[in-house]
């Protein structure tokens, strides 16, 4: 089954090796995930902050949410 949240931004980390991805469900839920990738590993993005479980009502609440637990999110949104 493909994967069927849509993704309404992503924000990457300078080196384009880590990002944050925001997320809506399909029962219309909120969400997002800490992702890293290795260019010398063919298999691509991986979830390093466990963080998609997690559901919210709003993008913005998604979006505090999000650079309260990513330690470098706001510096990348704000800088």
Do not use: K
Not at 45 to 61: D, K, L, N, Q, T
């Amino acid at each position: 089954m493909a994967h069927a949240n849509r993704i309404l931004r992503s924000i990457n980390l300078p080196g384009e090796l880590i990002c944050v991805d925001i997320f809506q469900r399909p029962d219309g839920s909120y969400g997002f995930d800490e992702f890293r990738r290795d260019p010398e590993d063919a298999r691509g993005w991986y979830s390093i902050g466990h963080h998609g479980h997690r559901h919210f009502a709003s993008v913005a609440e998604t979006m505090i949410a999000a650079q309260a637990a990513v330690s470098w999110l706001e510096d990348v949104v704000d800088g």
